[in-house]
């Protein structure tokens, strides 16, 4: 927990100071993800959509539009993040790579084997560049 919030307090910092706007693509794929991320919430907890939004009296346009400023502090997080990997020449061990995505296809068989190493290389760069932060 500590570590998280340490984190997430050198993201944001580094964050506050980038005078950049993301492209508009990215902020609506952004966009995209947390609504499908709140639709999965409310499907899990058995409603529907449909009734969530009427039940709270919104849109999703209008959630959409509530939601664009965390919406472009993710997708900047997600830039800085990858421009630090990038400077920084983050790139995890193709062993370590490998053996998560075994641990993965052993759990999950018909899994794209394909599609759990660039999760997992994604997973294990992000780690190491937060790791690298946390050390400066």
Avoid: N
Avoid at 19 to 25: E, I
Avoid at 81 to 103: I, N, Q
Avoid at 115 to 136: D, G, N
């Amino acid at each position: 927990e500590r570590v998280r919030h340490l984190r997430t307090a050198i993201v944001e910092k580094i964050v506050g100071e980038v005078k950049v706007t993301p492209p508009k693509l990215l902020l609506e794929r952004e966009l995209d993800r947390m609504m499908y991320e709140l639709k999965q919430q409310v499907a899990e907890h058995g409603h529907e959509f449909d009734l969530y939004l009427k039940e709270t009296g919104k849109t999703e346009e209008g959630i959409r539009t509530e939601w664009a400023e965390a919406a472009k502090k993710r997708v900047l997080s997600q830039l800085v993040l990858r421009a630090v990997g990038g400077c920084e020449e983050v790139r995890p061990a193709k062993e370590a790579v490998a053996k998560e995505v075994d641990k993965v296809m052993s759990r999950y068989p018909s899994a794209s084997r394909q599609a759990a190493e660039l999760y997992i290389e994604e997973q294990l760069t992000l780690e190491q560049i937060l790791q690298k932060l946390e050390s400066f």
